[in-house]
């Protein structure tokens, strides 16, 4: 059976690369008949936040892509927690020392920063290697007498992968078919922390062992790191599960990938859900800005997936259906919120029910009492010119209420005594009109040398802008009495700007 498992840190909260992580992961075991497991990688004690837990839970609800088993859902593996499962790391990692496979390096941070030093004014880069662990001070270069005394000492240490050099680690990835890696080229990985915890390469491939994860579907971020976990499968004799590693998410103007650590110089949400900074302010995320789950969903499947058709639009179970790897993308993908918003826009249109009761709502607080039928005749105008339901009152009040303002510029332009006599003498022929149908009021404003100036002061009358709906709609929906009333308060306010 195919079993996935999403594994985030809780440093923080998750973003566009970790949800999708996530999602395609979900995609994989439904289109697979298979299981996604959520399991917790909480080795990072110094940069663990309680809140991230429950972020990572409720995102995930949010967008309806709930694992089968795992933190907060259960299961047969049980604890999911990394940070709870110490004594299988240690037992295994007992097993590697007894081969040979790792050793123990008790060089000192000051130890290596000397080094690291020496490297870098020499114009190279140092690596705990093959080359190098010799001349240190770790296991392989002490007596036993010397290493108890180290132990006896109660010197702090670390437990390193012995890589073997010259070798040659061949490596396939469902997305980006056969790598080949040179051992000379790799270091010695810390298995275990001088804080007695495993690291994430060791308790990673462990647990993706026992869990029998069979597909490993995670961001590119991580394909470095899978020459080092497929030699530490090979040490504990262990069969590996296929990788397949997920194309960056870029940034639109394609300076780096989308990244937390840059969420203040971005004008666009990278977060799903809210999330409080360090400084307790709330960072809005997209479901506070509005959008919907399955249309967020819609749009991160597609952020480096292509079905290979025209079609755009799918439902979750369509995803399910439709998805596999063969298709992600090897190349970077640049996030787009034009297009965000795009998809957003597309749900919107089911979304009618929603719609009346954010209207209604927005009445009432007003004192503004509308049939439902004429509410749900303001929505079919508008529900083309809006991305989010939160805009509808923005781009409709004109249809309620007159505007409480005039746009600035247009204003100034006509406020002139003309303009009065103008609008005078347009009432007297809009009260004229009958039957007050649009085809009469067509006909009204065709008579007219200068019509499009005669409708854009007949806007700004009804709406406060020279830009909105359909004019001859507006006319005739908000009837030829509320016209009048608002051609004369614009008409006042003409003359208070004169006197």
């Not at 990985?189 to 029998?212: C, E, P, R, V």
């Not at 990278?270 to 960072?283: A, H, M, Y």
């Not at 918003?341 to 749900?347: E, M, P, R, S």
């Not at 003309?418 to 009204?444: E, G």
Request: hydrophobic share 35%; proline share 3%.
């Amino acid at each position: 059976m195919v079993r996935v498992r999403f594994a985030p840190s809780p440093t923080g909260p998750l973003h566009l690369g970790g949800i999708r992580t996530a999602l395609f992961n979900y995609l994989f075991a439904k289109k697979n008949g298979g299981k996604f497991i959520l399991r917790i990688e909480d080795t990072d004690r110094k940069r663990f936040n309680k809140k991230s837990e429950s972020y990572i839970l409720e995102t995930l609800k949010w967008c309806k892509i709930e694992p089968d088993e795992g933190v907060g859902y259960g299961g047969p593996y049980f604890p999911y927690y990394q940070s709870k499962r110490g004594s299988i790391y240690r037992f295994y990692l007992s097993k590697l020392l007894k081969k040979g496979l790792a050793y123990y390096a008790f060089d000192t941070d000051h130890d290596l920063n000397s080094i690291r030093k020496k490297y870098l004014n020499k114009g190279s880069t140092f690596s705990y290697n093959a080359s190098v662990r010799k001349n240190l001070k770790n296991s392989l270069t002490m007596t036993k007498k010397e290493l108890k005394t180290q132990f006896r000492s109660g010197n702090s240490y670390v437990i390193r992968f012995k890589i073997k050099p010259g070798d040659k680690v061949e490596m396939y990835d469902l997305i980006r078919g056969i790598i080949v890696i040179n051992t000379d080229n790799l270091d010695d990985k810390i298995l275990f922390k001088s804080d007695g915890t495993a690291t994430y390469h060791l308790a990673n491939t462990i647990d993706d062992h026992l869990m029998k994860i069979t597909h490993v579907i995670r961001g590119e971020e991580w394909l470095p790191s899978m020459s080092l976990h497929l030699l530490m499968y090979k040490a504990f004799n262990w069969n590996p599960p296929n990788f397949a590693h997920l194309p960056l998410i870029l940034k639109n103007d394609g300076k780096g990938k989308i990244s937390k650590r840059f969420i203040n110089n971005l004008d666009y949400p990278i977060f799903p859900l809210k999330w409080k900074d360090s400084e307790n302010k709330d960072i809005l995320g997209f479901r506070e800005l509005g959008y919907f789950p399955d249309a967020f969903v819609n749009m991160l499947a597609l952020l480096g997936w292509n079905p290979g058709t025209k079609k755009e639009i799918f439902s979750l179970q369509e995803l399910s259906k439709l998805f596999s790897l063969e298709k992600v993308n090897k190349s970077s993908v640049f996030f787009n919120i034009k297009k965000a918003n795009w998809f957003n826009k597309q749900y919107l249109k089911n979304k009618k029910e929603e719609i009346f009761s954010h209207l209604s709502l927005e009445l009432k607080k007003r004192s503004i009492f509308s049939t439902k039928n004429y509410i749900y005749k303001v929505i079919d105008c508008i529900i083309n010119r809006i991305h989010f339901i939160h805009e509808i009152w923005k781009h409709s009040f004109y249809f309620f209420i007159g505007p409480i303002s005039y746009d600035y510029s247009f204003f100034n332009q006509i406020c002139y005594k003309k303009t009065i006599d103008r609008l005078d003498n347009w009432k007297k022929l809009l009260l004229s009109i009958h039957p007050y149908t649009s085809i009469n009021l067509k006909s009204f404003f065709d008579k007219e040398n200068n019509k499009r100036k005669m409708m854009q002061i007949f806007r700004l009358s009804l709406v406060g802008s020279i830009k909105g709906y359909d004019l001859i709609i507006i006319l005739k929906m908000i009837g030829k009495e509320e016209c009048i009333h608002r051609i004369d308060r614009l008409i006042k306010k003409i003359r208070k700007k004169l006197e």
